[in-house]
């Protein structure tokens, strides 16, 4: 088709288009128009200032977008200041560009009918996007580059604990964050170690609750532009105090298994220790007896069998306690009242010299349940966490012995305190293991601790210690009080 009948038919058009189409100047000057309003006024306006020609005033009125037009070099759409019965909504002005000049504008009416539709489906999407972030599962807060907080929405509320009018009236985002965290997501937002592209992802920091509280938080940050301007930022968060202590729990089991297939095996190691030293020990006892009674010996002599003999005898416990700690003794499991079992093994070790100045509170609690267990074998691991406790606390101190139901009323605890020097941080995971002892030479066999833990996990529960150095230890004991059918009768394994 020839170029001139291409823009005869264009030209066509546009006057065909019930709108007017104005290209105006940067100096005002009507260049061209078309619409059926303009007819044969064509040739009467162009080179005339639209404002006088349209308008009928003598400067370009207060709501013209062409000023915003050639400062900027974007569209712009603005409403009409002009009579409201003339239905004339707004103004859209486009620029035309020679090179990088803006060489010339057009302006194009719309009616309000138009325009009232698309400020409704505005509205409708606005609407439907605020009500996603409001309802979001995830925290949701936005701020002004100069911190104004704008989006506060319901989950941000809860893990906060501001209200919605009181966060987007008083707070800044940097109320949000404690110390300079918020000047550090910041930071890294713009970093380079982060790519530099103003998004964060999984940024773990923590948010200043209006309680004071810390509450640590995953966040998924961004920074809002508007061309290359920074105009806000939006983060979105999670709260994870639940998920740390579900870590946090996983990694106690961890550590519990651990340590238990770690008892297992050196209590099968201890178990044949134990059994091979038994034979030889009896003999050295039983002829070092023989000697005594049917030779006569000096003096000397004497006391060096009688060495023997204690040495041996010494010998003899620590396979005792080997053979307890290897649990290759008989059980006989019956509902017990703890209350009891602690009373008696109290009453049996309260009137000993090391007891003499240990002030004991008793805080048992009444009518507690029985527990199914070995008596002899609590008794054994109460008397040896006791012990443990008045040896700490060098002959004085406070002993505090307290029993309780746990919340979902299966477990029974018992706790107990000392008043002693405590146990050092990276010494406190080491305890419970076997010949472990921080005391001297001589003055035990290390088998204490690692028995209890035997004791009662043989018992089907658990044994834990906490403790700060110089603010004495407590030793926190589980016992179920029920016990699940293994396959053998209620007497043994």
Same mark, same amino acid.
């Given at each position: 088709?020839?170029?001139?009948?291409a823009?005869?038919?264009?030209l066509?058009?546009?006057?065909?288009?019930?709108?007017?189409v104005?290209?105006?100047?940067?100096?005002?000057?009507? @260049?061209?128009?078309?619409?059926?309003?303009?007819?044969?006024?064509?040739?009467?306006?162009?080179?005339?200032?639209?404002?006088?020609?349209?308008?009928?005033?003598?400067?370009?009125?207060?709501?013209?977008?062409?000023?915003?037009?050639?400062?900027?070099?974007?569209?712009? *759409?603005?409403g009409?200041?002009?009579?409201?019965?003339?239905?004339?909504?707004?103004?859209?002005?486009?620029?035309?560009?020679?090179?990088?000049?803006?060489?010339?504008?057009?302006?194009?009416?719309?009616d309000?009918?138009i @325009?009232?539709?698309?400020?409704?489906?505005?509205?409708?999407?606005?609407?439907? *996007?605020?009500?996603?972030?409001?309802?979001?599962?995830?925290g949701?807060?936005?701020?002004?580059?100069?911190?104004?907080?704008?989006?506060?929405?319901?989950a941000?509320?809860e893990?906060?604990?501001?209200?919605?009018?009181?966060?987007?009236?008083?707070?800044?985002?940097?109320?949000?964050?404690?110390?300079d965290?918020?000047?550090?997501?910041?930071?890294?937002?713009r970093?380079?170690?982060y790519?530099?592209?103003?998004?964060?992802?999984?940024?773990?920091?923590?948010?200043?609750?209006?309680d004071?509280?810390?509450?640590?938080?995953?966040?998924?940050?961004?920074?809002?532009?508007?061309?290359?301007?920074?105009?806000? !930022?939006?983060g979105?968060?999670?709260d994870?105090?639940?998920?740390?202590?579900?870590?946090?729990?996983?990694?106690?089991?961890?550590?519990?298994?651990?340590?238990?297939?770690?008892?297992?095996? @050196?209590?099968?190691?201890?178990?044949?220790?134990?059994?091979?030293?038994?034979?030889?020990?009896?003999?050295?006892?039983?002829?070092?007896?023989?000697?005594?009674?049917?030779?006569?010996?000096?003096?000397?002599?004497?006391?060096?069998?009688?060495?023997?003999?204690?040495?041996?005898?010494?010998?003899?416990?620590?396979?005792?306690?080997?053979?307890?700690?290897?649990?290759?003794?008989?059980?006989?499991?019956?509902?017990?009242?703890?209350?009891?079992?602690?009373?008696?093994?109290?009453?049996?070790?309260?009137?000993?010299?090391?007891?003499?100045?240990?002030?004991?509170?008793?805080?048992?609690?009444?009518?507690?349940?029985?527990?199914?267990?070995?008596?002899?074998?609590?008794?054994?691991?109460?008397?040896?966490?006791?012990?443990n406790?008045?040896?700490?606390?060098?002959?004085?101190?406070?002993?505090?012995?307290?029993? !309780?139901?746990?919340?979902?009323?299966?477990?029974?605890?018992?706790?107990?305190?000392?008043?002693?020097?405590g146990i050092?941080?990276?010494?406190?995971?080491?305890i419970?293991?076997?010949?472990?002892?921080?005391?001297?030479?001589?003055?035990? !066999?290390?088998?204490?601790?690692?028995?209890?833990?035997?004791?009662?996990?043989?018992?089907?529960?658990?044994v834990?210690?906490?403790?700060?150095?110089?603010?004495?230890?407590?030793?926190?004991?589980?016992?179920?009080?029920?016990?699940?059918d293994?396959?053998?009768?209620?007497?043994?394994?």
């Amino acid at each position: 088709m020839d170029t001139d009948i291409a823009q005869k038919y264009l030209l066509r058009a546009l006057d065909a288009f019930n709108k007017r189409v104005i290209v105006v100047s940067p100096e005002f000057k009507v @260049l061209a128009a078309s619409g059926q309003s303009i007819g044969s006024r064509q040739t009467e306006i162009v080179g005339k200032p639209c404002h006088e020609v349209f308008k009928d005033l003598p400067a370009p009125c207060e709501n013209c977008p062409m000023g915003e037009v050639m400062a900027t070099g974007r569209p712009s *759409l603005r409403g009409s200041q002009g009579d409201p019965e003339e239905r004339m909504a707004c103004l859209y002005c486009y620029p035309i560009f020679s090179g990088k000049k803006v060489e010339a504008l057009v302006m194009m009416d719309f009616d309000l009918p138009i @325009l009232e539709g698309l400020e409704e489906k505005l509205h409708r999407s606005s609407a439907f *996007l605020r009500s996603l972030i409001l309802s979001s599962v995830d925290g949701v807060i936005a701020a002004e580059k100069t911190g104004k907080i704008l989006i506060f929405n319901d989950a941000a509320v809860e893990i906060c604990g501001y209200g919605v009018d009181e966060a987007l009236n008083r707070l800044e985002i940097r109320d949000i964050y404690p110390g300079d965290a918020a000047r550090e997501v910041m930071r890294k937002l713009r970093s380079e170690e982060y790519g530099g592209r103003g998004k964060l992802k999984g940024y773990r920091v923590d948010l200043l609750r209006k309680d004071g509280e810390l509450i640590p938080i995953s966040l998924n940050a961004a920074i809002v532009y508007e061309g290359d301007r920074e105009v806000a !930022t939006i983060g979105f968060f999670n709260d994870l105090r639940e998920t740390l202590r579900m870590k946090e729990a996983l990694e106690k089991t961890q550590i519990q298994l651990l340590q238990s297939e770690k008892m297992a095996s @050196l209590g099968k190691l201890a178990a044949g220790v134990a059994h091979q030293l038994n034979n030889p020990l009896g003999g050295i006892t039983l002829f070092a007896k023989l000697v005594l009674e049917e030779y006569e010996l000096e003096e000397g002599v004497q006391e060096d069998l009688q060495r023997i003999l204690k040495d041996a005898q010494r010998c003899r416990d620590t396979v005792k306690e080997l053979l307890e700690f290897a649990r290759q003794t008989r059980q006989e499991m019956r509902p017990h009242d703890i209350n009891q079992a602690i009373s008696r093994t109290l009453f049996l070790l309260e009137n000993q010299a090391i007891f003499q100045n240990i002030d004991i509170e008793k805080n048992l609690a009444p009518d507690l349940p029985l527990v199914p267990a070995d008596i002899q074998q609590l008794n054994h691991m109460f008397m040896n966490i006791i012990l443990n406790a008045v040896e700490a606390m060098e002959g004085k101190g406070k002993l505090t012995l307290k029993t !309780t139901l746990s919340s979902n009323r299966e477990r029974l605890l018992i706790e107990i305190s000392d008043t002693g020097s405590g146990i050092p941080e990276d010494i406190l995971p080491q305890i419970f293991e076997p010949f472990f002892t921080t005391k001297e030479d001589g003055k035990g !066999t290390g088998l204490g601790l690692s028995l209890v833990y035997s004791i009662v996990e043989n018992q089907g529960g658990s044994v834990t210690a906490r403790s700060q150095p110089g603010e004495g230890t407590t030793f926190l004991i589980e016992l179920p009080l029920t016990r699940e059918d293994n396959g053998g009768d209620e007497h043994g394994k």
